[in-house]
């Protein structure tokens, strides 16, 4: 990931201010001034106020965690997980959809087909990547690999984080509904396994198309939904400013998720979210990866599609 400034959000104030104090008593103590006790004592405020708030955090705040912009995206779990990864463009039918990235890599050494959509990590690469919301060649692209994963019995992994499917006029005359529909049609009737992850948000049919999978994962402040909370607000109350009351309504944190039988694991993330620790976040979701796929290894085709099957016909059989 790019070497930023820290962001902080809005309701991380207390923490900020600690951290600033911080930095000012380090700078002090460079020049020679002995107040290493002094500086101790504050990092040690700061962690705790650090890790009471993220104990405790809202539905709202969660939304504002998962979409913070320097939590890590699919090029750094890519990077920090896929070797010998080679990307492939294209849908073959329209364009190359620069939200949806895929391909195919090792992943501790056995061969694996990755997608997932990037948002970016600066103002060009997001605009580059349209902010991770694709378009209907993006999903189309999808298919595509995972048509290529299964011919060739590759298992397919997928990293989920975006705000939704592109709402363009474009994409929806070129059969966006269609697009999702169809891929997440094909997620189902994989006969390979599939193992999905959400990492930040994971809003609406854009993220279905590509979580209709054998186990699905979420980060621990990440946050799945039919709709955003600031959408959900201007149907509700025809007003997009209630959002945070609509997110602290709608169920879409992890913990909800993994309560509803929706998702099947919550990886717990760093104090302070994953982007304070990136690379911590990358390895631990290595090892929840390979145990996934380790759990569903010795399988063949019709008993993979029938797990996969059974495990979103048991959602709605328990929640009816």
């Not at 965690?65 to 090029?75: D, G, L, N, T």
């Not at 959002?243 to 709608?250: F, G, I, R, V």
Request: glycine share 10%.
């Amino acid at each position: 990931m790019p070497d930023l400034m820290r962001s902080y959000l809005d309701f991380e104030k207390p923490v900020a201010e600690l951290d600033s104090k911080v930095d000012e008593l380090r700078t002090l103590a460079a020049g020679g001034t002995d107040i290493a006790d002094e500086v101790t004592r504050i990092e040690e405020k700061a962690g705790q106020a650090l890790a009471e708030l993220y104990a405790n955090l809202t539905p709202w705040q969660k939304t504002l965690v998962a979409r913070h912009p320097q939590r890590p995206h699919f090029s750094d779990f890519v990077n920090g997980l896929i070797t010998e990864f080679t990307p492939l463009a294209g849908d073959r039918k329209f364009a190359e959809d620069a939200a949806l990235l895929g391909g195919f890599g090792r992943f501790r050494g056995e061969a694996i087909c990755v997608m997932g959509q990037e948002k970016g990590a600066t103002t060009e690469s997001r605009l580059k990547h349209n902010f991770g919301m694709a378009r209907p060649e993006g999903y189309r692209k999808a298919v595509r690999l995972m048509e290529m994963a299964e011919r060739f019995g590759i298992p397919v992994l997928s990293l989920v984080d975006s705000a939704g499917a592109y709402p363009g006029i474009g994409a929806e005359e070129r059969g966006q509904a269609e697009a999702i529909a169809r891929s997440t049609d094909f997620c189902l009737s994989l006969g390979v396994p599939n193992v999905s992850i959400i990492t930040g948000e994971g809003m609406s049919g854009g993220a279905i198309a590509l979580t209709t999978a054998n186990r699905v994962l979420m980060l621990e402040h990440a946050i799945y939904s039919v709709i955003s909370p600031e959408a959900a607000s201007s149907i509700l109350w025809r007003d997009g400013t209630k959002a945070q009351e609509a997110a602290n309504s709608m169920k879409i944190t992890a913990q909800d998720m993994l309560r509803f039988g929706v998702i099947d694991q919550i990886l717990n993330e760093p104090v302070g979210g994953a982007h304070r620790d990136p690379s911590a976040m990358i390895a631990a979701t290595g090892d929840a990866i390979a145990q996934a796929f380790e759990e569903l290894k010795g399988m063949d085709a019709d008993a993979i599609r029938k797990q996969r099957r059974q495990k979103f016909l048991d959602i709605g059989r328990k929640l009816g």
